[in-house]
Structures are given as C-alpha cells and as structure tokens.
C-alpha cells in the first residue's frame, strides 16, 4: 500500500487542472460513501435481528461503499483518483485513512457472511461494526470536507485567472479604440478617397463596442 502512495503522489504533481464538473463528481462520490455507510451500518443490525432481506440491502450499500472508495483512491473514467496532498495525507499518512476504511470494510464483509450463517459469532461482530461507525464517518467527513475545499480554491483560482484574461482583453479594445479613433482622422482627412477606409473604422468600433459589453458579462460572472 505504501508503494501505490508514493505513486499516487507523483501522479497528484503531474495531474492537470481539474473541471468544476469534476469537483461536482468529488464531491457526490465522497458524499455517496458516507451514507453507504450508514445504511450497510443499519442493515447488518438489521440482518442481525432476523429482518428478511436486510443482509442483501446491507451487500448492496457495501458494494456501493467500495466502488466510491475505489473509484476516490485509484480514479475511475471520470474521476482521477487522488490529486493533491492533502488526500495523499489523509489516506496514506498518519491519519491511515484508506487502511481504517479498508478495515471498516473487512469487518462488514465478515458480519454479513456470519448473519447469513447463523454464526455464534454474528452478535460480537456486529458490536464491532457498530463500534467502528463513528470513527469511520468522522475520518469521511474530514475527507469529504477537503474535496470541498479543493473546490473551493479551485473556483478562486478559475475567478482570478478569468480576471486576469479580462484585463488584457480590456487593454487590447482600449488600443483597438485608438486606432479606430485615429483611422476615422485619417478617413475624415482623405476626403472621398477615405470612404472605404471610414467604413473599416466603423466596423471597428462596432467591434469594440462588442468587446465592451462582453467584458461587462465576464465581469458580473467573475464576481458572482
């Protein structure tokens, strides 16, 4: 386990910029696993008084459960997996995040197969699982809130950069307006040969009128 940390690290340093779309995945999956919790929680209790298909609803939460972590640590088709350094802590550190959720996930795995059985050893395990329960959504809701955090500095950082584009795009349409206001000059000075040329001018001005109003636009959404 240690070596897929060290290469998840290095794949987080190489990991490009991620979407808001992503987060939103992030987030949802994270968020996903801490209920599955609960329910596979409840269930297995369930399972373990008797309660007909309870054990089968508990697989299925624990099923759920896995396929988000699997899909939070190692990445999946739409999500990459771990990608900055304070997941790398989290799970792999010395808060030993996946190993406590890989062990909360053993536990499950043996109490269902021993409700199912009718194992003597059903009612032990169980006090167990349930024991484990808030430590474990404690640990998810720590992990849950870095994934928000993450998203958070990442809608700063697309805020600062969508800023910066429009201070240069404001910058060109000030030098467009000058050399519109410099051409119609020239136009008004040619007379009748400058006609096309003032035709040209009005265009650009039309166009940094465009400019104007779109660089308004960009400017309510960046500090919305």
């Known amino acids: 386990m240690a070596n897929y940390g060290a290469a998840a690290l290095a794949t987080t340093k ?3 910029p991620l979407s808001g779309e992503v987060f939103g995945a992030l987030i949802n999956l994270s968020g996903r696993r801490r209920f599955t919790s609960q329910r596979l929680v409840l269930y297995a209790v369930l ?3 008797g309660q007909e298909n309870a054990a089968a609803t508990a697989r299925e939460a624990l099923a759920l459960f896995r396929g988000a972590h699997h899909a939070l640590v190692e990445g999946s088709d739409t999500v990459p997996g771990i990608f900055c350094p304070e997941l790398e802590e989290v799970y792999f550190g010395r808060p030993g995040g996946d190993r406590q959720i890989r062990d909360f996930m053993d536990l499950a795995e043996r109490t269902l197969r021993a409700c199912e059985d009718g194992s003597r050893g059903a009612q ?3 006090a167990q699982l349930v024991e484990m329960t808030t430590p474990v959504l404690a640990l998810l809701n720590q992990i849950t809130a870095i994934y928000e955090d993450q998203s958070k500095k990442h809608a700063l950082l697309m805020k600062k950069q969508l800023r910066g584009v ?5 910058t060109i349409a000030k ?5 519109a206001f410099n ?3 020239v136009a008004a000075r040619a007379g009748f040969a400058g006609r ?3 035709v040209v001018a009005g265009v650009l001005s039309n166009i940094t ?3 104007d109003d779109m660089v308004k636009t960009a400017l309510n959404t960046a500090n919305a």
Request: charged share 25%; net charge negative.
């Open 183 to 185: 051409a119609r000059i």
């Open 47 to 49: 399972a373990g008084q």
């Open 166 to 170: 429009i201070t240069e795009i404001e």
């Open 124 to 126: 032990a395990l169980l």
């Open 209 to 211: 009128g465009e400019i």
């Open 175 to 179: 030098q467009a307006k000058m050399v």
């Open 14 to 16: 190489e990991a490009p």
């Open 196 to 198: 096309e040329f003032a």
